[in-house]
């Protein structure tokens, strides 16, 4: 994800510091599979709102150091907040400095209940939920939408797969992310389990190439390092396609966007952006999906709460932010980036 500066909503806007600290805050930790989308939820619910909202990405552990600065929306600008500004010690992230968000789930749980620190949570993890839940860190949840975990093979499908077993048993490289570092790999090694008996050796004797991030696996398969990959919905190639190639389409409708921000033309922009992210898709798109399972009735999906987080500051502001994520705006937000929510 250090690719996230790509993003078509943050890239055509210039950096500008923090409001002042009496405006609304809404602190939400996000994962990796929800991180573009809620970039865009947050700058439409800014404009409507004045909220300031400050995204922190939620991290499991990695086998390199990799961190991503958390992101703030005020006024649809990005900034960095002035707790990440004032540390001294700029040579660590400035996530690890104001969170430390690079431990064990169970431990960076464990520190937003320490800080009291945190409005709202959204994550793909049932690992990351079940440890929620324990800690009684979650006072309301509220589904948004749903995943389906399904299988991108290049487009055309050259090796002519109907289903998961198809390239298990032809011997062919299968790429899923590491089910300890992601959700999506949780559901793919227990989808994986039920295809090849024999637990994690027989697994990954056949073909199963583990990776960490998302992008990576979008990536191997774009390369054709792999040949299909386990994913949720088409939601992950979008991501990958606006962090990839949003830069090229950014200084081409730079100026007509900054125009139409500067007349407060919050419908023009947000056209703007919707044929931007059309255009890019269409053109970028590299895979298509193909049946998880054989009999094409079976599927695996999860819902996904956005959770009111027992240390939020104000629980009228927190509901606000779930009834926008719910809204036909939200909604749409959340369709256009792939996933269902209905």
Not at 89 to 97: E, G, K, P, W
Not at 179 to 197: H, K, R, T
Not at 270 to 287: D, G, N, P, S
Request: proline letters at 4%; hydrophobic letters at 40%.
């Amino acid at each position: 994800m250090s690719r996230l500066c790509a993003l078509l909503l943050i890239c055509i806007i210039p950096a500008l510091a923090c409001g002042p600290r009496g405006e609304p805050r809404l602190y939400i930790y996000c994962s990796e599979t929800f991180w573009y989308v809620m970039q865009e939820n947050a700058f439409f619910f800014n404009r409507i709102y004045g909220f300031q909202i400050i995204l922190i990405p939620i991290r499991a552990d990695r086998t390199e150091s990799q961190t991503e600065e958390a992101i703030v929306m005020r006024g649809g600008r990005l900034a960095l907040p002035l707790e990440w500004q004032n540390r001294p010690d700029s040579r660590t992230s400035t996530v690890d400095l104001y969170t430390q968000l690079n431990p064990d789930i169970a431990e960076q749980i464990g520190r937003i209940t320490t800080s009291g620190i945190g409005d709202l949570f959204l994550t793909d993890s049932a690992k990351q939920l079940d440890v929620i839940q324990s800690t009684a860190l979650a006072a309301s949840e509220i589904p948004i939408c749903y995943l389906t975990l399904t299988m991108l093979v290049p487009l055309g499908n050259p090796q002519h797969f109907s289903s998961a077993r198809d390239v298990i048993n032809a011997n062919r490289r299968l790429g899923i992310i590491n089910p300890s570092f992601d959700g999506l790999g949780e559901a793919s090694w227990q989808v994986l389990g039920n295809i090849i008996p024999g637990g994690e050796s027989e697994i990954l004797m056949n073909g199963v190439m583990l990776y960490e991030r998302q992008y990576d696996l979008l990536e191997a398969l774009e390369s054709r390092e792999v040949d299909a990959i386990l994913v949720w919905n088409f939601t992950s190639q979008i991501s990958f396609v606006v962090a990839k190639y949003a830069a090229t389409y950014n200084a081409a409708n730079e100026q007509i966007l900054r125009e139409t921000e500067r007349r407060g033309d919050r419908e023009g922009v947000q056209a703007i952006l919707v044929e931007m992210h059309r255009h890019l898709v269409e053109t970028k798109t590299f895979a298509e999906e193909v049946p998880l399972y054989a009999n094409s009735g079976e599927r695996y999906v999860v819902s996904v709460p956005l959770i009111s987080l027992s240390t939020a500051s104000n629980f009228s502001h927190t509901k606000r932010f779930v009834d926008f994520s719910r809204s036909n705006q939200g909604r749409e937000i959340l369709r256009r980036y792939g996933f269902v929510v209905e």
